[in-house]
């Protein structure tokens, strides 16, 4: 993959004043808590892709 996934906000705060990191690539670094973090991709779920627009989380009967 050669995009770099930029997040939105500070995990640990919500401000939006970030930065790419200079620890490395998928490095983020927060301008207002002064925090370092990185994304990264953990894998797929076992359970997958259903294709079901119903997320299974409403009433069950």
């Keep these: 993959m050669s995009e770099r996934a930029a997040p939105f906000y500070c ?7 970030l ?25 797929l779920l076992a359970r997958g892709f259903t294709g079901s627009a119903d997320d299974g989380g409403g009433e069950r009967t």
Excluded at 11 to 17: F, I, K
Excluded at 19 to 43: I, S, T
Aim: glycine share 18%.
């Design 11 to 17: 995990p640990y705060c919500g401000e939006e004043d």
């Design 19 to 43: 930065r790419p990191g200079e620890q490395g690539h998928g490095a983020w670094e927060c301008g207002a808590c002064n925090r370092a973090f990185q994304l990264k991709f953990l894998g």
